[in-house]
């Protein structure tokens, strides 16, 4: 993860939104000290949060993703664009307090994610922190492992961080 501090100071200063491709991120997370508590990504890290359930990402669901804000402006918005920019959506609809008058407030799209995935993606949620370690301790044998090749950079380890190690990426390799 970036320094999120430098980020946030420099998006304020210049009356930005930080948008956070957190797809390989989670379960990743910071913190400026050890005294201090880690900061997950994606909680309140930016204006918007986006990750990935792909397949082959740190937890899936198959395919999909989900935004995620604390700006309840923007949440509502998101929430609009996702369901078609409908003004209701179809539970709301098909509930007893619900009602079929609705309207298309803008050209949104459709991403709702189906059940089977979601079912899928709240066990592997569960997991993600056992899984995190366990791609953690396969990261921290490769690189105890290519420490002894001056040709490979292995990629820092810094305490201030919880890497989710969804790929192992080298600083650089060095050949002939």
């Not at 509502?76 to 959506?89: A, I, K």
């Not at 949104?108 to 949620?125: E, P, S, V």
Request: hydrophobic residues 40%.
């Amino acid at each position: 993860m970036v320094d999120l501090d430098k980020l946030r100071e420099f998006s304020a200063a210049h009356d930005l939104w930080v948008v956070e491709d957190a797809a390989h991120a989670f379960p990743a997370a910071w913190r400026r000290s050890a005294d201090d508590e880690w900061t997950s990504c994606g909680k309140s890290t930016s204006s918007v949060s986006c990750f990935s359930f792909y397949a082959n990402k740190t937890i899936t669901t198959g395919e999909g993703g989900m935004a995620v804000t604390a700006d309840r402006g923007v949440a509502d918005r998101m929430r609009l664009m996702s369901l078609h920019g409908l003004s209701r959506d179809a539970w709301n609809r098909y509930s007893g307090i619900g009602n079929w008058d609705y309207q298309i407030v803008a050209p949104g799209f459709k991403y709702n994610l189906i059940d089977i995935c979601a079912a899928l993606g709240i066990h592997q949620l569960r997991r993600s922190e056992e899984m995190r370690e366990l791609r953690e301790s396969i990261a921290i044998g490769y690189t105890e492992q290519f420490r002894s090749i001056a040709e490979i950079d292995t990629p820092p380890l810094p305490h201030n961080r919880l890497h989710a190690w969804h790929l192992y990426p080298s600083g650089s390799v060095s050949i002939g």
